[in-house]
């Protein structure tokens, strides 16, 4: 079984504060993570993603996320947010062993005030 | 280039009725996922196939819920004696292959509501 969590259902920051939108993960082998955002009535866009390597991962938009393997976590920071960052932001999971079916979390909404 | 496109952007329909909802995936994609997302939540997998085939439908809730992938790249969910609680954003989403690694790029969405 694998399950994505996202704790915190909204994130508020002011404009040009860092931002951090959590995720941590419980799946069975290697994971394969994934960051997506969602504008209002428009699907999920591909922020960055995950697989091996370098655990600080750079992706769209200045976003960046760190897999900690230890903490089984895999937030999402941006060292200055923008106003026009506020959206639906979605951590994704996939097993690494077998399947291409990604697990989401619930789903945490930021909103950066000016 | 041209990304998912699915039709229709929005559907009413009664419950009891059947409806189809049309994904036209990335061109040269060969993976094609369909997945349910209801008010509030994470998207939810129904089904993938690579290529023509179902390869996993374990995500479908029920006999009501079917979908076709004919030649490869078009697919259409269908659901039968659609109920309320079939309300929901269906999303479609393809992948260049099998690759679990590999990137899945969402369409729009169908907006069905059942009344």
């Known amino acids: 079984a694998q399950s994505v969590a996202q704790p915190e259902d909204q994130v508020n920051v002011a404009e040009g504060n860092p931002l951090t939108v959590k995720c941590t993960y419980s799946?069975?082998?290697?994971?394969?993570l994934f960051w997506y955002v969602q504008y209002p009535n428009r699907g999920l866009q591909f922020l960055l993603k995950?697989?091996?390597?370098?655990?600080l991962v750079k992706g769209s938009y200045g976003f960046e996320a760190e897999f900690n393997k230890s903490q089984t976590s895999f937030h999402l920071k941006k060292p200055s947010a923008l106003v026009s960052d506020s959206a639906l932001y979605f951590c994704?999971?996939?097993?690494?062993?077998?399947?291409?079916?990604?697990?989401f979390g619930g789903g945490t909404r930021l909103m950066v005030k000016p | 280039g041209a990304g998912v496109s699915q039709t229709p952007s929005n559907k009413v329909t009664e419950k009891g009725k059947y409806v189809e909802l049309r994904c036209d995936p990335i061109?040269?994609?060969?993976?094609l996922y369909w997945y349910r997302q209801s008010l509030g939540q994470g998207p939810e997998f129904l089904i993938y196939?690579?290529?023509?085939?179902?390869?996993?439908d374990s995500g479908l809730p029920n006999d009501r819920f079917f979908a076709v992938r004919p030649e490869g790249s078009v697919s259409t969910l269908k659901i039968q004696r659609t109920e309320r609680g079939d309300s929901a954003v269906y999303l479609c989403?393809?992948?260049?292959?099998?690759?679990?690694?590999?990137?899945?790029?969402f369409g729009p969405g169908t907006r069905l509501t059942v009344l």
């Open positions: 994704a999971g996939a097993r690494g062993n077998a399947g291409n079916m990604l697990t």
């Open positions: 799946v069975s082998g290697n994971p394969y």
């Open positions: 061109s040269g994609h060969t993976a």
């Open positions: 989403a393809s992948s260049r292959d099998r690759g679990n690694t590999d990137t899945q790029y």
């Open positions: 995950y697989i091996t390597g370098d655990n």
């Open positions: 196939f690579q290529g023509t085939g179902a390869a996993d």
